[in-house]
């Protein structure tokens, strides 16, 4: 718990046998002054994994849950479902490529009354060979977009964030891949909620990445954050033109004009 809040993890992890057990008990070892444990719950939700990510997370003190249909918002969505009344929401992956310790400022920022925080990896120290070239540039293009669109200056799509629950409820999260994180972003933007950048560190992920390791795998990222992007766009401009054309002297519908009355 940090300052009275209840903090849960979720982590999407996928063949990780070799890094889970080093992620989950860094998040156990996390203190607060008094020496509490900061960390109340962590839920892996094991996408699939053909090895013994399930039996070390477990032994790491994690509770597991599973969906075996593969897809990274699909397995944040399921280990969601599980968490256990949560104040503030961590999302971490099963890599070891973030620094566990760094999630402080992150939960420190929603208490400070931030909706959703972000880890910018582009903020923070990024070691050799923590993001491919092609992660590098999608990264870039996807956060120039975001803030040419919305007007909202971001510079990552980092996946270590926190987020309060409530605000994590309000989002109504729908994607089941790759375009989970950028659909939070967005959707925040969008309800106007408060955001922040925290600067945090990564290095070379432990095993090989499901995205960047493979051809498939980035170009399908590539293209269901792109794809998420213009969804969103299209939503939010569709509902915007519905409003205008259905009242397009923007006159006051919240009753406040009674009949008869001086416009």
Known sequence: ?????????????????????????????????????????????????????????????????????????????????ALDKPGIVLFIDADNAFYVHQALPLIAAVTRGYDLAIGSRTLGRMEPGALTVPQQFGNHLASFLVNGIWQQDITDLG???????????????????????????????????????????????IGVSKISGTVKGT??????????????????????SQHTVGNPLNIPTDGNLTKGGNV
């Open 159 to 205: 996946p270590y964030r926190a987020i309060s629950y409530q605000a994590l409820s309000s989002l109504n999260m729908e994607d089941e891949t790759f375009g989970w994180t950028i659909e939070m972003q967005i959707k925040a933007i969008q309800r106007k909620m408060q955001i922040t950048e925290v600067p945090v560190d990564t290095r070379p992920r």
């Open 1 to 81: 718990m940090y300052k009275q809040q209840r903090v849960s993890v979720v982590i999407p992890a996928l063949n990780e046998e070799q890094s889970i057990h080093k992620v989950v008990s860094g998040l156990f070892e996390l203190k607060n002054s008094s020496m509490q444990s900061i960390i109340d719950e962590v839920v892996v939700c094991d996408n699939g994994s053909t090895d013994t990510t399930a039996q070390v997370a477990e032994h790491a003190g994690a509770r597991v849950v599973f969906e075996p249909i593969a897809g990274y918002g699909r397995a944040c969505l399921k280990a969601i479902h």
């Open 219 to 240: 170009i399908g990222a590539g293209i269901g954050i792109l794809s998420m992007i213009a969804k969103l766009w299209w939503r939010e401009h569709k509902n915007h």
